[in-house]
């Protein structure tokens, strides 16, 4: 099975500064068949769903600000928020989708601001 | 507008059987795999079980292997999970996600707002 790790476990920053969160996974969950790294971001605030935000490692889902990015490739990713907000307060997620035919989530990161 | 609609949760005791399910709308049912993720309160998310459009590839966690059964009825748009011999640890508040593809390799584009479940003597 393939386990995820996620650091740091929780994070205070600074309105308009930059929040990074770190993600790796025990396996790599990037397809040689199609070069596609398998692994998708979360956000969760209290009392709601998660929402996903990024897919494929990178790709920004529709309606995600543009101040959220994703990068990495193979066993390690990273979230970025830009400029945080006040509203992107929350626990983040990452979640690799390579194995079949379920998913494993890391743990979650907490964002708070400082 | 994709809409995603659990029920079925509630309290139980241990041993006991409940079966949830997942009102789907806003998209074609039959073309998306779909999961079930639960969150134990306070915790972090963890993968349940999963089934393909066709339910012909699925899949469950350790935990619940041989206790829980998903099934879908496409012509009824509905997700369910049938969830035997119950325990203290399954006490989560069980999440319905829509898959992004048909089959397992797929991240959840949509959830519901998800039906508590509470197992206590």
């Known amino acids: 099975d393939i386990v995820m790790t996620q650091s740091p476990d929780s994070l205070a920053v600074s309105l308009g500064e930059r929040a990074t969160i770190n993600c790796k996974s025990s396996?790599?969950?990037?397809?040689?068949?199609?070069?596609?790294?398998?692994l998708a971001w979360y956000q969760q605030k209290p009392g709601q769903p998660p929402k996903l935000l990024i897919y494929?490692?990178?790709t920004r889902e529709s309606g995600v600000p543009d101040r959220f990015s994703g990068s990495g490739s193979g066993t390690d990713f990273t979230l970025t928020i830009s400029s945080l907000q006040a509203e992107d307060v929350a626990v983040y997620y990452c979640?690799?989708?390579?194995?079949?035919?379920?998913?494993?989530f890391g743990p979650g990161t907490k964002v708070d601001i400082k | 507008e994709v809409q995603l609609v659990e029920s079925g949760g509630g309290l139980v005791q241990p041993g006991r059987s409940l079966r949830l399910s997942c009102a789907a709308s806003?998209?074609?049912?039959?073309?998306?795999?779909m999961h079930w993720v639960r969150q134990a309160p306070g915790k972090g998310l963890e993968w349940v079980s999963g089934?393909?459009?066709?339910?012909?590839?699925?899949g469950y966690a350790d935990s619940v292997k041989g206790r829980f059964t998903i099934s879908r009825d496409n012509a009824k748009n509905s997700l369910y999970l049938q969830m035997n011999s119950l325990r203290a640890e399954d006490t989560a508040l069980y999440y319905c996600?829509?898959?992004?593809?048909?089959?397992?390799?797929?991240?959840?584009?949509?959830w519901g707002q998800g039906t508590l479940v509470t197992v206590s003597s």
């Open positions: 996600a829509k898959c992004a593809g048909s089959g397992g390799s797929c991240y959840g584009d949509y």
């Open positions: 806003g998209f074609t049912f039959d073309d998306y795999a």
């Open positions: 089934i393909s459009w066709n339910s012909g590839s699925i």
């Open positions: 396996q790599s969950v990037l397809y040689s068949s199609n070069n596609k790294n398998y």
């Open positions: 494929w490692a990178s």
């Open positions: 979640q690799q989708y390579y194995s079949t035919p379920g998913f494993t």
